[in-house]
């Protein structure tokens, strides 16, 4: 019988490997998100204790497995172009564990060897991919010695890491130029922002931020954000610079009666709180207002929590509602890169339907005279201008108020010809990419006759 080669060698189970409960989880993790189509973020918070790993195995997990999504199209098409026959049916965990080796030798600081004797290791413990353990090995070092091919190819075709649905949809609502530059600026680390109760330009100072023209305080470099100065007194929460501007626009004056609708996990309702306005934050979801709370208690802000489905809530009309809609998030891909992957057109239409319900329930609680902010964090025409239009259509008593570049720290370029918010993720430049953007989002402010 012919003897395995090195690389291929049958591992012994019986003892501990270094790093390979972190590869376990990370294949897993892009397992179960590409398979049943679910949001990373809540995957892991739901598997990860399972496997029992230390904080700095699980963040390597969690940081795979964010990368391996980020340069999906760039992994598969790598992959895909050195298996001849396709890759093998029936072969268990085979897939994901390659796309979480791909992405480390690809794109993240593991050595080659590291990144290939850990996934052979781990094909090795599944009947069904251990079958290709010499497969995967043979791919995996060719990735490894290709890499600059590979890399420079991906570079040429800044759509590779999308899913053609939504590269033709940026295409038709922003042109070429603007489609290939949201799609670059996805491929990079996005940056990490606060909203601050108070003296914002000292925050920033403090924590060795920037102070951005809009309010936000972005941070220069990552770390425990529990240990920063600030967190234990309440002094600012994490929350994208472009999420921030919907309250602004909204303006609440100090004890203004504001409902914010579909609220968790609660950014706005905390900074409308901070304005002095008193608040009803709505949700349907229990769990996620929890959490609301939670930050709400750290903060030292209060604010009524009713746990309900905004489009079937009933009360008195309020003075200013705020309601931040469901949606495919395709302004967030930065962030949660898993979602250019989980999302379909048919989920984005299916939410429209959605949007439009909220849309009237939120009509219905703003009073006379009352302002109306709807927002998302898509990028998707459908569920911004073409929404508002359709409801502007339908309801004379409304009519919409323009927004003014001084609202939003004079960033001109974020507002469209109608007086909308549309923030587009390459907007905001920086010293670097890693401080450069911002979530895409769309808002109007309306006005109730």
Same mark, same amino acid.
């Given at each position: 019988?012919?003897?395995?080669?090195?690389?291929?060698?049958?591992?012994?189970?019986?003892?501990?490997?270094?790093?390979?409960?972190?590869?376990?989880?990370?294949?897993?993790?892009?397992?179960?998100?590409?398979?049943?189509?679910?949001?990373?973020?809540?995957?892991?918070?739901?598997?990860?204790?399972?496997?029992?790993?230390?904080?700095?195995?699980?963040?390597?997990?969690?940081?795979?497995?964010?990368?391996?999504?980020?340069?999906?199209?760039?992994?598969?098409?790598?992959?895909?172009?050195?298996?001849?026959?396709?890759?093998?049916?029936?072969?268990?965990?085979?897939?994901?564990?390659?796309?979480?080796?791909?992405?480390?030798?690809?794109?993240?600081? =593991?050595?080659?060897?590291?990144? =290939?004797?850990?996934?052979?290791?781990?094909?090795?413990?599944?009947?069904?991919?251990?079958?290709?353990?010499?497969?995967?090995?043979?791919?995996?070092?060719?990735?490894?010695?290709?890499?600059?091919?590979?890399?420079?190819?991906?570079?040429?075709?800044?759509?590779?890491?999308?899913?053609?649905?939504?590269?033709?949809?940026?295409?038709?609502?922003?042109?070429?130029?603007?489609?290939?530059?949201?799609?670059?600026?996805?491929r990079d680390e996005p940056p990490l922002d606060?909203?601050?109760?108070?003296?914002?330009?000292?925050?920033?100072?403090?924590?060795?931020?920037?102070?951005?023209?809009?309010?936000?305080?972005?941070?220069?470099?990552?770390?425990?954000?529990?240990?920063?100065?600030?967190?234990?007194?309440?002094?600012?929460?994490?929350?994208?610079?472009?999420?921030?501007?919907?309250?602004?626009?909204?303006?609440?004056?100090?004890?203004?009666?504001?409902?914010?609708?579909?609220?968790?996990?609660?950014?706005?309702?905390?900074?409308?709180?901070?304005?002095g306005a008193s608040v009803t934050a709505v949700?349907?979801?229990?769990?996620?207002?929890?959490?609301?709370?939670?930050?709400?208690?750290?903060?030292?802000?209060?604010?009524?929590?009713?746990?309900?489905?905004?489009?079937?809530?009933?009360?008195?009309?309020?003075?200013?509602?705020?309601?931040?809609?469901?949606?495919?998030?395709?302004?967030?891909?930065?962030?949660?890169?898993?979602?250019?992957?989980?999302?379909?057109?048919?989920?984005?239409?299916?939410?429209?339907?959605?949007?439009?319900?909220?849309?009237?329930?939120?009509?219905?609680?703003?009073?006379?005279?009352?302002?109306?902010?709807?927002?998302?964090?898509?990028?998707?025409?459908?569920?911004?201008?073409?929404?508002?239009?359709?409801?502007?259509?339908?309801?004379?008593?409304?009519?919409?108020?323009?927004?003014?570049?001084?609202?939003?720290?004079?960033?001109?370029?974020?507002?469209?010809?109608?007086?909308?918010?549309?923030?587009?993720?390459?907007?905001?430049?920086?010293?670097?990419?890693?401080?450069?953007?911002?979530?895409?989002?769309?808002?109007?402010?309306?006005?109730?006759?």
């Open positions: 019988m012919a003897r395995e080669s090195a690389g291929e060698m049958k591992p012994d189970a019986t003892e501990p490997v270094p790093g390979l409960p972190a590869r376990r989880l990370a294949a897993t993790l892009i397992d179960e998100v590409l398979r049943a189509k679910l949001a990373l973020d809540e995957t892991y918070d739901r598997i990860s204790p399972d496997f029992g790993l230390d904080a700095a195995d699980a963040g390597l997990a969690r940081a795979i497995a964010i990368t391996a999504f980020r340069r999906l199209g760039t992994i598969q098409h790598a992959i895909n172009a050195k298996l001849e026959r396709g890759s093998p049916r029936n072969s268990g965990p085979f897939e994901p564990i390659l796309v979480a080796a791909a992405a480390q030798i690809l794109f993240l600081d =593991v050595p080659d060897h590291a990144a =290939v004797d850990l996934a052979i290791r781990h094909l090795h413990e599944d009947a069904r991919s251990s079958r290709y353990v010499a497969l995967g090995n043979a791919l995996l070092r060719r990735l490894a010695r290709e890499r600059d091919a590979i890399l420079a190819e991906a570079e040429a075709d800044l759509f590779l890491d999308l899913p053609d649905w939504l590269s033709e949809s940026w295409r038709e609502a922003y042109g070429e130029e603007t489609a290939a530059a949201i799609a670059k600026i996805h606060l909203s601050v109760k108070q003296d914002a330009a000292g925050w920033a100072q403090r924590l060795d931020g920037l102070l951005l023209p809009t309010g936000s305080v972005r941070l220069r470099e990552r770390g425990s954000l529990t240990a920063m100065p600030g967190f234990d007194e309440g002094a600012w929460w994490v929350q994208d610079a472009a999420a921030a501007l919907p309250a602004l626009l909204l303006a609440p004056k100090a004890g203004e009666r504001v409902a914010d609708l579909c609220a968790a996990p609660g950014g706005k309702t905390a900074q409308l709180a901070a304005m949700d349907r979801s229990g769990p996620r207002l929890r959490r609301l709370r939670e930050n709400l208690t750290r903060l030292g802000l209060t604010a009524e929590i009713v746990t309900k489905d905004a489009s079937l809530w009933q009360t008195e009309p309020f003075d200013a509602v705020l309601l931040d809609a469901p949606c495919s998030a395709t302004g967030t891909i930065r962030r949660h890169p898993d979602v250019a992957w989980t999302k379909t057109p048919d989920d984005r239409d299916k939410l429209v339907a959605l949007q439009a319900r909220l849309l009237e329930a939120a009509a219905r609680l703003t009073k006379s005279g009352g302002r109306l902010v709807y927002c998302t964090c898509s990028l998707e025409p459908q569920e911004g201008e073409h929404q508002i239009a359709a409801f502007l259509a339908e309801n004379a008593d409304f009519r919409r108020q323009p927004i003014t570049p001084d609202e939003i720290g004079g960033v001109s370029g974020a507002i469209d010809a109608n007086g909308d918010l549309r923030t587009l993720p390459h907007q905001l430049a920086g010293d670097t990419a890693r401080l450069s953007g911002w979530a895409g989002f769309y808002a109007c402010r309306l006005i109730r006759l």
